[in-house]
Structures are given as C-alpha cells and as structure tokens.
T-cell receptor
C-alpha cells in the first residue's frame, strides 16, 4: 500500500507570493492533518480535514488555508508569504482521525521563502 | 491547553547500549494517548510506540519500551541494544481522546546520536 505522498518535496518562493502544497493520503484514509515544523517553534498543528470538512484548526493566521477533495486528497494554501513561513510542512493521514488511530506521515514539503 | 516538554535537546549513546529519553506533559484530561515518533534525516515521522493513558501497563515494541507515570505526567522512552539506525530526532507527542480528532501536540524533540 502506498504511503502518504506530498508534493512537491522542495519549493522556493519570494515574499508576497502564494503557494499550494498537496497531500495524497494512504488509500482508504479519510482524515488528513497538516503540521508546520520550524527550528524555532517546533512542530505545530495547522488543521485537520475529514470528509471534505475542516474539523480542527490550530493557531495560525487566515493566510493559511486548506481544503480536502472527495478522494480525500488535501491541499494547503499559504497566501502573502512571509519569511517566517519558511518551514517543513508535514501531512499525516489516518482512517477516521480518531484518537486511537495512528497517524501516518509523509516526507514533507520544504518551503523556503527568499 | 496541553503542553509537552522534552528537556534533553541532545543525547548520545554507544552502539548496543541503552538510552532513556525523557518527556513530561501537562494536561487536565484523564483520558489521552501518548506517542514517541522518530524523525530520521529523511524527514518522515515514524511512529515508534504508543501508550494509552487508561492502561497501567507500559507499552513495549521490541527494543523500545516506555515508563509511563500518569500521576507524575511523565513518559520516558527506553531504547535497548541501540543500533546505528536508531540515530534520529525523537519527538514525544500527546493526543486527547474524544472529539478533538487527530490533533497531536509535540515536544521540542531530542536529537539522538548513536556512536559506533
């Protein structure tokens, strides 16, 4: 069974631009969560989607948004990029997103803002 | 809000020896899950071991075991017979049981070096 696939692996943008990251969960998984990982702030939860609905949201500004499609694939969008948005963005999927189900992570997208 | 603290930014161990990574957490909940994840340089987060708070028995997965002290809110990871492939960043994580979905709260991480 294929794992969680994130594309692209690397991305370079400049301040003020916007970016879209993609995550394809494991087949059959309906919950997709996104995390931001930086050296200063560590791993922080962005949001979770389940059945095309945002079920949970972290403490990030409105520039960070996401969506989930009917095939459970998810995209994350960041608008008006700032230098501080440089980070590794990780996506994780699980069957139903309940607490007792393990989350499976992708390899992440490394976003660099110049 | 829940918080997770890993007080050891770096640890090192000799190959074949045993090492213990520390983790403490703060929560007002009584039912939750605790996890240890491993992140090698390849960046993928890999689940090492999981503990359910309502289970008193400490979880074990091959060479990995935990010491879960619920009253002290402590959750340490012991790696026995350390191998070179164990070198990675280790994260302790908390997840509340119930309707909060799959949200994980992570600690700061401990970078483990395994010396040959």
């Amino acid at each position: 069974k294929a794992g969680v696939t994130q594309t692209p692996r690397y991305l370079i943008k400049t301040r003020g631009q916007q970016v879209t990251l993609s995550c394809s969960p494991i087949s059959g998984h309906r919950s997709v969560s996104w995390y931001q990982q930086t050296p200063g702030q560590g791993l922080q939860f962005l949001f979770e989607y389940f059945s095309e609905t945002q079920r949970n949201k972290g403490n990030f500004p409105g520039r960070f948004s996401g969506r989930q499609f009917s095939n459970s694939r998810s995209e994350m969008n960041v608008s008006t990029l700032e230098l501080g948005d440089s980070a590794l963005y990780l996506c994780a999927s699980s069957l139903e997103g309940t607490a007792n189900q393990p989350q499976h992570f992708g390899d992440g997208t490394r976003l660099s803002i110049l | 809000a829940q918080t997770v603290t890993q007080s050891q930014p770096e640890m090192s161990v000799q190959e074949a020896e045993t090492v213990t990574l520390s983790c403490t957490y703060d929560t007002s909940e009584s039912d939750y899950y605790l996890f240890w994840y491993k992140q090698p340089p390849s960046r993928q987060m890999i689940l090492v071991i999981r503990q359910e708070a309502y289970k008193q028995q400490n979880a074990t997965e091959n060479r990995f075991s935990v010491n879960f002290q619920k009253a002290a809110k402590s959750f340490s990871l012991k790696i026995s017979d350390s191998q070179l492939g164990d070198a990675a960043m280790y994260f302790c994580a908390y997840r509340r049981r119930g309707t909060s979905g799959s949200r994980l709260t992570f600690g700061e991480g401990t970078q483990l070096t395994v010396n040959p």
